[in-house]
């Protein structure tokens, strides 16, 4: 039997891979490791389908190492003596040992050595953090290198590149694939390349071919093999981003009916990382200090939605989105960082005043560095008035706080006290 697509379409080489440049672009390490033939063992870890076998597979491609794979969970000591024992005939092995966190102390007491001496370059891969999930002896023998979502655009590359591929891919079969069917399968895998490309193999050999001879793959045909609506078949995929745009705009208009329909629309399209990002955007953006619990409670639905996936992830989701949606709403800090920002952009800086300076070092009282600062520990209520910002800004002010309830409230009534001292000191003395 001939083994899926994505199997089939995994790189052999560095140049191959798609995404994760920040690992093996130019100049990055794990392509310095590969060029420089000095390979360590390490950790990769991230979602599902985002290229930690492909990278495993990529470097072993790039070496004259065997390269084998085995499931930590599944595969027995046996199984790792027997590739130890390959290690110990032909110099070295890379093994990717799949959700290496469930590795158990009698294989890691057996492989420690091993990886100590070089025999085995361990390539673990894992869904879960490892500074959480792996046992302190493994993570201190090697590298750990977090890997990120794909990008649409990454996906889409590797989907054309196995579409045109003839020897592995699917370039023997004349396929017509609309645009909207290809962004469709780039985007409703949430990032997960392998889905999408045996979603398109699925598309390719169960299409019969038109009386033109061609196989015409449109997006319904997308939408049955992925098992995933789009949002609307509009050609340039605009209609996702104005479903995102209406789901936030509802949210700030406390129409929580509204809100619960887009929130649906992009449920029903399986967009998790685009709600997660767009709610937590909305907590801080939109709620901010008027509930800053509801964006505490928007991230902890967050991470349960995560952990859930769908269809369940939309229970925890429609929590937060009720809750950010009758939320008293500021976007008071909102405000204030733009307008610290535009300061900054337009070159508004200015010097660090020198009792705020760096003063640890030796030498930095005749430099004048921290000189006169005064702890404000050591006043009452622990505050002080002297300057903090640069002279060029020190009458700035950033922050206008909303009166939207009891927690921007007391955070209002604290400014303006501050406010009055300094105006109070600044009319005593008026040079200031």
């Known amino acids: 039997m001939k083994q899926p697509l994505a199997y089939r379409m995994r790189p052999t080489s560095i140049d191959q891979i798609v995404g994760q440049q920040h690992l093996?672009?130019?100049?990055?390490?794990?392509?310095?490791?590969?060029?420089a033939e000095m390979l360590s063992s390490m950790i990769l870890y991230g979602p599902p389908g985002i290229?930690?076998?492909?990278?495993?597979?990529?470097?072993?491609g790039s070496t004259k190492y065997a390269f084998r794979i085995l499931n930590a969970a599944t595969d027995s000591k046996k199984d790792?003596?027997?590739?130890?024992?390959?290690?110990?005939?032909?110099?070295?092995?890379?093994?990717?040992?799949?959700?290496?966190?469930?590795?158990?102390?009698?294989?890691?007491?057996?492989?420690?050595?091993?990886?100590?001496?070089?025999r085995i370059i361990l390539i673990g891969a894992t869904t879960e953090n490892p500074y959480i999930s792996?046992?302190?002896?493994?993570?201190?023998?090697?590298?750990?290198?977090?890997?990120?979502?794909?990008?649409?655009?990454?996906?889409?590359?590797?989907?054309?590149?196995?579409?045109?591929?003839?020897?592995?891919?699917?370039?023997?079969?004349?396929?017509?694939?609309?645009?909207?069917?290809?962004?469709?399968?780039?985007r409703a895998t949430n990032g997960d390349l392998r889905s999408s490309l045996n979603a398109l193999e699925l598309a390719v050999k169960s299409t019969k071919p038109a009386t033109d001879k061609k196989?015409?793959?449109?997006?319904?045909?997308?939408?049955?093999?992925?098992?995933?609506?789009?949002?609307?078949?509009?050609?340039?995929?605009?209609a996702h981003y104005d479903v995102i745009s209406a789901l936030q705009k509802s949210v700030r208009g406390?129409?929580?009916?509204?809100?619960?329909?887009?929130?649906?629309?992009?449920?029903?399209?399986?967009?998790?990382?685009?709600?997660?990002?767009?709610?937590?955007?909305?907590?801080?953006?939109?709620?901010?200090?008027?509930?800053?619990?509801?964006?505490?409670?928007?991230?902890?639905?967050?991470?349960?939605?995560?952990?859930?996936?769908?269809?369940?992830?939309?229970?925890?989701?429609?929590?937060?989105?009720?809750?950010?949606?009758?939320?008293?709403?500021?976007n008071s800090t909102y405000v204030a960082i733009d307008a610290a920002l535009a300061d900054v952009r337009a070159g508004k800086s200015g010097e660090v005043p020198n009792h705020l300076r760096d003063a640890h070092y030796s030498g930095a009282a005749d430099l004048n560095r921290?000189?006169?600062?005064?702890?404000?520990?050591?006043?009452?209520?622990?505050?002080?008035?002297q300057q903090y910002l640069p002279d060029t800004l020190k009458h700035a002010?950033?922050?206008?706080?909303?009166?939207?309830?009891?927690?921007?409230?007391?955070?209002?009534?604290?400014?303006d006290q501050i406010n009055q001292k300094k105006k109070i000191k600044q009319k005593n003395n008026p040079n200031l």
């Open 24 to 35: 093996v672009g130019e100049g990055k390490i794990i392509r310095r490791m590969v060029e």
């Open 51 to 60: 290229g930690k076998t492909s990278i495993a597979s990529a470097i072993a």
């Open 80 to 118: 790792l003596q027997i590739v130890v024992e390959e290690a110990k005939m032909s110099g070295t092995v890379i093994l990717l040992l799949d959700e290496v966190h469930r590795l158990d102390k009698p294989k890691q007491d057996f492989l420690l050595p091993h990886l100590e001496n070089g």
């Open 134 to 186: 792996i046992n302190p002896a493994i993570r201190s023998r090697t590298q750990i290198f977090e890997l990120k979502p794909l990008a649409l655009e990454d996906i889409e590359i590797a989907l054309l590149r196995a579409l045109h591929d003839a020897e592995e891919g699917l370039g023997s079969y004349p396929v017509d694939l609309e645009e909207q069917a290809l962004q469709h399968f780039a």
């Open 215 to 238: 196989i015409h793959i449109s997006i319904e045909t997308a939408e049955e093999c992925l098992q995933r609506k789009a949002l609307t078949h509009d050609k340039n995929g605009d």
């Open 254 to 330: 406390s129409d929580v009916n509204a809100a619960l329909h887009y929130l649906a629309r992009l449920v029903e399209a399986g967009d998790l990382p685009i709600i997660a990002r767009r709610m937590m955007v909305m907590a801080y953006e939109d709620i901010g200090l008027a509930n800053p619990a509801a964006a505490a409670r928007t991230v902890t639905a967050i991470q349960a939605a995560e952990k859930l996936g769908f269809p369940e992830a939309r229970i925890p989701l429609a929590n937060a989105i009720v809750d950010l949606c009758l939320s008293p709403k500021s």
């Open 370 to 385: 921290g000189i006169d600062y005064q702890y404000p520990h050591q006043f009452p209520n622990a505050w002080v008035d």
């Open 397 to 415: 002010k950033y922050f206008e706080p909303n009166h939207t309830g009891k927690y921007e409230d007391a955070l209002a009534a604290q400014y």
